[in-house]
């Protein structure tokens, strides 16, 4: 009698590659780099080209291509290296349940933001986040440029531009007002203070923001400050006004707990729409997006909350 049919079992490959392989070519994708790579992965760019080559020997199929000074991955290398990704993700989570008698505690998060936002908004938040959902472990990545890193490297992205690609889901979480603002000492320099005095004060100045409209809108001569610090980061522009270095422009969201707190006060009446909005985006089935979700609708209540006040 012929031995049964074995049940039938999706092809194989000839073995698994090796998780430190995986682990390079997730890295060299996300940093388009072979060198970056290395750096993180605390390995040779030698090392790290081995196990390129060795994949797409055992795969064969191109993973990677120079453009420029980039390593981009290819369609096929960036599809795999987000299944790399996730893997990786559930294979942490797994052993961290494992460490703790099987029982699942903690749920992690990459999330990269806006310096700005983290410095000012964000960071002093977490405790409250915390409380609330106790077993979400995020780690934290900082972004300062305008355009957004790879949404794939990621969990969740908080950017100032939206990102618009199949599969992702983006929501605007700030539409902000600009105000001005400075500290109590600074006005105490300038006994009876009002608001035409304000180019009489040292001017902080923001790099993606000017104040001529800001300061048309107050009624006031729309003069750009010729002198004053320029920044890059509006969280560290906020912290040098709390310090009294100067009179500031600032989003409403990010000045609020100064506000609040009486480290800041605002100068006239006048609020402008901001042009620069916070989006939150993450992508769609991502084995972790039951923590996302939940993640997102705490923002939104903290956003509320500071928007109601």
Known sequence: MAPPPEPHRAQRLPHLPALQALRALESAARHRSFSRAAEELALTHSAISHHIRALEDNLGTKLFQRTGHLMMPTNVGARLAQRVRDGL?????????????????????????????????LIRRLPSLHAAQPGLDLH????????????????VGIWHQRVDLPGFACHNLIEDHVIAVASPALLARYPGFTLADLPRLPMLRFALRPWRDWLESAGLPGTE???????????????SAVAGLGAATARLQLAHDYLASGELVQLGTTRIPSSLHYWVTWREGNPREKAILQFHSWLQGQVAASSGD
Not at 225 to 239: N, S
């Open 89 to 121: 993700g559930e294979l942490e989570d797994g052993l961290r349940e494992a460490s703790n008698g099987g029982t699942p505690q903690v749920v992690r998060l990459e999330v990269s933001v806006m310096a700005d936002l983290a410095n000012a908004w």
């Open 140 to 155: 934290l990545r900082l972004h300062a440029e305008i355009t957004p890193p790879d949404p794939y490297s990621v969990d």
């Open 225 to 239: 400050p010729e002198r004053g610090p320029i920044f890059q980061d509006a969280g560290m522009m906020l912290q």
